[in-house]
Protein backbone atom coordinates (compact mmCIF):
# COMPACT_ATOMS: atom_id res chain seq x y z
CA UNK A 1 0.00 0.00 0.00
CA UNK A 2 2.93 2.46 0.65
CA UNK A 3 4.68 1.91 -2.48
CA UNK A 4 1.64 2.60 -4.39
CA UNK A 5 0.74 5.63 -2.56
CA UNK A 6 4.57 7.06 -2.74
CA UNK A 7 4.01 6.00 -6.73
CA UNK A 8 0.63 7.99 -7.09
CA UNK A 9 2.13 10.99 -5.38
CA UNK A 10 5.50 11.14 -7.59
CA UNK A 11 3.48 10.25 -10.70
CA UNK A 12 0.79 13.48 -9.59
CA UNK A 13 3.88 16.30 -9.92
CA UNK A 14 4.62 14.79 -13.76
CA UNK A 15 1.30 14.45 -15.37
CA UNK A 16 -1.21 16.80 -17.08
CA UNK A 17 -4.90 15.77 -15.42
CA UNK A 18 -5.60 14.46 -18.87
CA UNK A 19 -3.09 11.50 -18.26
CA UNK A 20 -4.39 10.79 -14.99
CA UNK A 21 -6.36 7.75 -16.22
CA UNK A 22 -3.32 5.84 -17.58
CA UNK A 23 -1.15 6.95 -14.92
CA UNK A 24 -2.95 4.92 -12.44
CA UNK A 25 -3.28 2.32 -13.83
CA UNK A 26 -1.76 -1.00 -13.53
CA UNK A 27 -3.53 -1.94 -17.12
CA UNK A 28 -1.94 1.13 -18.87
CA UNK A 29 -0.40 -1.09 -22.39
CA UNK A 30 3.37 0.30 -22.51
CA UNK A 31 4.25 1.68 -25.60
CA UNK A 32 7.93 2.51 -27.59
CA UNK A 33 9.70 5.42 -25.65
CA UNK A 34 8.00 5.32 -22.71
CA UNK A 35 10.15 5.77 -19.53
CA UNK A 36 9.58 3.13 -17.30
CA UNK A 37 11.23 2.66 -13.25
CA UNK A 38 11.50 -0.57 -11.51
CA UNK A 39 12.51 -0.82 -8.14
CA UNK A 40 13.23 -4.01 -5.81
CA UNK A 41 12.82 -4.50 -2.58
CA UNK A 42 15.72 -4.47 -0.31
CA UNK A 43 17.62 -4.74 -3.87
CA UNK A 44 18.87 -1.03 -4.52
CA UNK A 45 21.49 -2.26 -7.46
CA UNK A 46 18.84 -3.40 -9.56
CA UNK A 47 16.53 -0.48 -9.29
CA UNK A 48 16.37 1.51 -12.72
CA UNK A 49 15.18 3.95 -14.79
CA UNK A 50 14.95 2.87 -18.90
CA UNK A 51 12.97 4.34 -21.83
CA UNK A 52 11.14 1.66 -24.02
CA UNK A 53 12.57 0.81 -27.15
CA UNK A 54 10.88 0.85 -30.44
CA UNK A 55 11.26 -3.03 -30.33
CA UNK A 56 9.79 -2.80 -27.31
CA UNK A 57 12.29 -3.86 -25.19
CA UNK A 58 13.74 -2.16 -22.02
CA UNK A 59 16.93 -3.36 -20.23
CA UNK A 60 16.95 -4.60 -16.89
CA UNK A 61 20.23 -5.11 -14.50
CA UNK A 62 21.39 -9.30 -14.65
CA UNK A 63 18.28 -10.46 -16.72
CA UNK A 64 19.05 -8.10 -19.58
CA UNK A 65 16.54 -7.38 -22.52
CA UNK A 66 12.74 -7.85 -21.64
CA UNK A 67 10.19 -7.83 -23.87
CA UNK A 68 7.98 -5.26 -22.72
CA UNK A 69 6.50 -3.25 -25.19
CA UNK A 70 2.69 -4.18 -25.78
CA UNK A 71 1.81 -5.44 -22.31
CA UNK A 72 -0.08 -3.73 -19.13
CA UNK A 73 2.23 -2.28 -16.34
CA UNK A 74 0.95 -5.56 -14.30
CA UNK A 75 1.56 -8.05 -17.19
CA UNK A 76 5.22 -6.83 -17.05
CA UNK A 77 6.03 -6.46 -13.75
CA UNK A 78 4.98 -10.08 -13.29
CA UNK A 79 7.41 -11.32 -16.09
CA UNK A 80 10.34 -9.19 -15.56
CA UNK A 81 9.18 -11.06 -11.55
CA UNK A 82 9.19 -14.66 -12.84
CA UNK A 83 12.46 -13.60 -14.51
CA UNK A 84 14.49 -12.54 -11.76
CA UNK A 85 12.53 -15.43 -9.24
CA UNK A 86 14.21 -18.27 -12.12
CA UNK A 87 17.98 -17.29 -11.58
CA UNK A 88 18.42 -14.52 -8.91
CA UNK A 89 15.88 -13.51 -6.23
CA UNK A 90 14.15 -15.76 -4.07
CA UNK A 91 10.29 -14.47 -3.95
CA UNK A 92 11.06 -10.84 -5.30
CA UNK A 93 8.91 -8.17 -4.18
CA UNK A 94 9.38 -5.34 -6.97
CA UNK A 95 7.25 -2.32 -8.14
CA UNK A 96 6.81 -1.16 -12.10
CA UNK A 97 5.60 2.33 -12.49
CA UNK A 98 5.47 4.91 -15.75
CA UNK A 99 7.55 7.51 -14.92
CA UNK A 100 7.09 9.55 -18.26
CA UNK A 101 4.54 8.63 -20.78
CA UNK A 102 5.52 8.53 -24.69
CA UNK A 103 3.93 11.24 -26.71
CA UNK A 104 1.88 10.70 -30.26
CA UNK A 105 1.04 13.27 -32.67
CA UNK A 106 -0.93 13.98 -35.52
CA UNK A 107 -0.53 17.53 -37.33
CA UNK A 108 -3.30 20.22 -38.32
CA UNK A 109 -1.52 22.68 -40.66
CA UNK A 110 -3.39 24.51 -43.19
CA UNK A 111 -6.06 27.91 -42.95
CA UNK A 112 -6.06 27.09 -39.12
CA UNK A 113 -5.54 29.84 -36.85
CA UNK A 114 -2.39 27.34 -35.04
CA UNK A 115 -0.99 24.81 -37.19
CA UNK A 116 1.33 22.43 -36.37
CA UNK A 117 1.82 19.10 -33.98
CA UNK A 118 -1.00 18.21 -31.53
CA UNK A 119 0.04 15.67 -28.68
CA UNK A 120 -2.47 12.81 -28.76
CA UNK A 121 -3.72 12.22 -24.99
CA UNK A 122 -2.58 9.66 -22.79
CA UNK A 123 -6.34 8.04 -23.02
CA UNK A 124 -5.40 7.84 -26.95
CA UNK A 125 -8.87 9.51 -27.79
CA UNK A 126 -8.19 12.41 -30.07
CA UNK A 127 -11.17 13.06 -32.86
CA UNK A 128 -11.27 14.47 -36.28
CA UNK A 129 -13.08 17.57 -34.55
CA UNK A 130 -11.38 17.93 -31.30
CA UNK A 131 -8.17 18.15 -33.03
CA UNK A 132 -9.76 21.11 -35.75
CA UNK A 133 -10.59 22.72 -32.58
CA UNK A 134 -7.53 22.68 -30.55
CA UNK A 135 -6.42 24.36 -33.55
CA UNK A 136 -7.97 27.08 -32.82
CA UNK A 137 -10.61 26.43 -35.52
CA UNK A 138 -10.06 27.92 -39.18
CA UNK A 139 -9.23 30.98 -40.56
CA UNK A 140 -11.48 33.20 -43.03
CA UNK A 141 -9.77 32.26 -45.86
CA UNK A 142 -10.28 28.28 -45.69
CA UNK A 143 -11.91 26.35 -48.13
CA UNK A 144 -15.08 24.99 -45.80
CA UNK A 145 -15.50 22.34 -48.67
CA UNK A 146 -12.09 20.87 -48.61
CA UNK A 147 -10.75 19.70 -45.22
CA UNK A 148 -8.56 16.41 -45.63
CA UNK A 149 -7.57 13.78 -43.39
CA UNK A 150 -4.63 11.69 -44.52
CA UNK A 151 -3.82 8.60 -42.84
CA UNK A 152 -0.56 8.16 -41.88
CA UNK A 153 -1.05 4.60 -43.82
CA UNK A 154 -1.50 7.11 -46.93
CA UNK A 155 -5.36 6.84 -47.39
CA UNK A 156 -7.02 10.00 -47.45
CA UNK A 157 -10.76 11.39 -47.41
CA UNK A 158 -12.20 15.10 -47.76
CA UNK A 159 -14.57 16.58 -45.56
CA UNK A 160 -16.54 19.92 -45.24
CA UNK A 161 -16.80 21.94 -42.34
CA UNK A 162 -20.14 21.13 -41.94
CA UNK A 163 -19.57 16.94 -41.99
CA UNK A 164 -16.61 17.62 -38.99
CA UNK A 165 -19.64 19.68 -37.00
CA UNK A 166 -21.48 16.42 -37.30
CA UNK A 167 -20.71 12.64 -37.34
CA UNK A 168 -17.40 13.21 -39.81
CA UNK A 169 -15.64 14.77 -36.44
CA UNK A 170 -16.33 11.86 -34.36
CA UNK A 171 -13.59 10.05 -36.81
CA UNK A 172 -10.68 9.03 -33.92
CA UNK A 173 -6.77 9.83 -35.41
CA UNK A 174 -4.22 7.86 -35.00
CA UNK A 175 -0.56 8.95 -34.74
CA UNK A 176 1.39 10.34 -37.44
CA UNK A 177 -2.07 11.38 -39.59
CA UNK A 178 -2.63 14.91 -41.16
CA UNK A 179 -5.45 17.24 -41.67
CA UNK A 180 -5.25 19.93 -44.18
CA UNK A 181 -7.49 22.66 -44.13
CA UNK A 182 -7.39 23.82 -47.57
CA UNK A 183 -6.78 28.12 -47.80
CA UNK A 184 -9.84 28.59 -50.49
CA UNK A 185 -8.96 28.84 -54.06
CA UNK A 186 -10.71 32.56 -54.33
CA UNK A 187 -8.30 34.07 -51.89
CA UNK A 188 -7.39 37.37 -52.94
CA UNK A 189 -9.23 36.80 -56.53
CA UNK A 190 -11.39 39.68 -57.74
CA UNK A 191 -13.32 41.14 -60.18
CA UNK A 192 -12.67 45.08 -61.53
CA UNK A 193 -15.84 46.74 -61.99
CA UNK A 194 -15.35 49.91 -63.91
CA UNK A 195 -17.18 53.18 -65.62
CA UNK A 196 -20.76 54.18 -64.53
CA UNK A 197 -21.18 52.29 -60.77
CA UNK A 198 -20.75 54.56 -57.30
CA UNK A 199 -17.45 52.56 -56.32
CA UNK A 200 -15.13 51.84 -59.34
CA UNK A 201 -12.32 49.28 -58.52
CA UNK A 202 -11.88 45.84 -57.50
CA UNK A 203 -14.76 43.67 -56.05
CA UNK A 204 -13.20 40.53 -53.95
CA UNK A 205 -14.52 37.37 -54.95
CA UNK A 206 -16.22 35.52 -51.90
CA UNK A 207 -14.85 32.47 -50.65
CA UNK A 208 -17.21 30.06 -51.47
CA UNK A 209 -16.11 30.97 -54.94
CA UNK A 210 -20.20 32.45 -55.85
CA UNK A 211 -20.47 35.53 -57.27
CA UNK A 212 -22.88 37.20 -60.03
CA UNK A 213 -23.28 40.06 -61.91
CA UNK A 214 -25.99 41.70 -59.59
CA UNK A 215 -24.34 41.26 -56.65
CA UNK A 216 -20.80 42.70 -57.81
CA UNK A 217 -22.83 45.75 -59.47
CA UNK A 218 -24.26 46.43 -55.62
CA UNK A 219 -21.07 45.79 -54.00
CA UNK A 220 -19.89 48.55 -56.33
CA UNK A 221 -22.64 50.71 -54.84
CA UNK A 222 -24.87 50.20 -57.60
CA UNK A 223 -25.73 52.48 -60.98
CA UNK A 224 -25.02 55.70 -61.22
CA UNK A 225 -28.08 57.76 -62.67
CA UNK A 226 -25.74 58.37 -66.17
CA UNK A 227 -25.30 54.32 -66.51
CA UNK A 228 -27.00 52.84 -69.44
CA UNK A 229 -27.90 49.76 -67.44
CA UNK A 230 -28.97 48.16 -71.07
CA UNK A 231 -25.43 47.76 -72.42
CA UNK A 232 -22.74 46.49 -69.68
CA UNK A 233 -20.19 44.38 -70.58
CA UNK A 234 -17.86 41.76 -69.34
CA UNK A 235 -14.16 40.96 -70.26
CA UNK A 236 -13.44 37.58 -69.45
CA UNK A 237 -9.72 36.71 -70.52
CA UNK A 238 -10.49 39.04 -73.88
CA UNK A 239 -13.74 37.56 -74.66
CA UNK A 240 -16.04 40.64 -74.44
CA UNK A 241 -19.71 39.83 -74.03
CA UNK A 242 -22.57 42.70 -73.39
CA UNK A 243 -25.47 41.99 -71.43
CA UNK A 244 -28.73 43.82 -70.37
CA UNK A 245 -28.17 44.71 -66.46
CA UNK A 246 -31.57 46.03 -66.35
CA UNK A 247 -33.26 42.62 -67.77
CA UNK A 248 -31.20 40.21 -65.86
CA UNK A 249 -31.85 42.36 -62.38
CA UNK A 250 -35.47 42.45 -63.13
CA UNK A 251 -35.41 38.69 -64.16
CA UNK A 252 -33.51 37.36 -61.34
CA UNK A 253 -34.10 34.09 -62.11
CA UNK A 254 -30.65 33.43 -64.44
CA UNK A 255 -27.86 35.09 -62.89
CA UNK A 256 -24.64 36.37 -64.72
CA UNK A 257 -21.81 33.73 -62.86
CA UNK A 258 -18.56 35.65 -63.08
CA UNK A 259 -15.56 34.40 -62.57
CA UNK A 260 -12.28 36.02 -61.33
CA UNK A 261 -10.13 38.36 -63.04
CA UNK A 262 -13.39 39.37 -65.06
CA UNK A 263 -13.76 43.01 -65.91
CA UNK A 264 -16.97 44.49 -65.67
CA UNK A 265 -17.69 47.89 -67.65
CA UNK A 266 -20.93 49.88 -67.17
CA UNK A 267 -21.14 51.96 -69.95
CA UNK A 268 -22.40 55.65 -70.12
CA UNK A 269 -25.97 57.00 -71.00
CA UNK A 270 -25.33 58.90 -74.60
CA UNK A 271 -28.70 60.95 -74.02
Known amino acids: MKSRLLRFCALSLLLTPSAWAAANDDNYVL???DVISLSVYE??????KVRILKTGQA???????????????????EKI?????????????????????????????????????????????????SAIASAGGVTDSADLQRIQLIRAGGASATYTLEQIQG??????????DRIIVNESLYVR????????????????FPLDGKLDLVTAIAK????????????????????????????ISQRGDMPYILQPDDIITVAERLF
Open 43 to 48: EQDLSV
Open 31 to 33: RPN
Open 59 to 77: SFPLIGSVDVGGLSVSRAA
Open 81 to 129: RQLYEKDYLVNPKLTLAVDEYSTDYVSVIGAVKSSGQLPIPASGNLDLG
Open 189 to 204: KYVSILGQVKTPGAVP
Open 167 to 176: SAGRIVLQPG
Open 220 to 247: AGGLTDLANSKKVSINRKGTVTVVDFKE
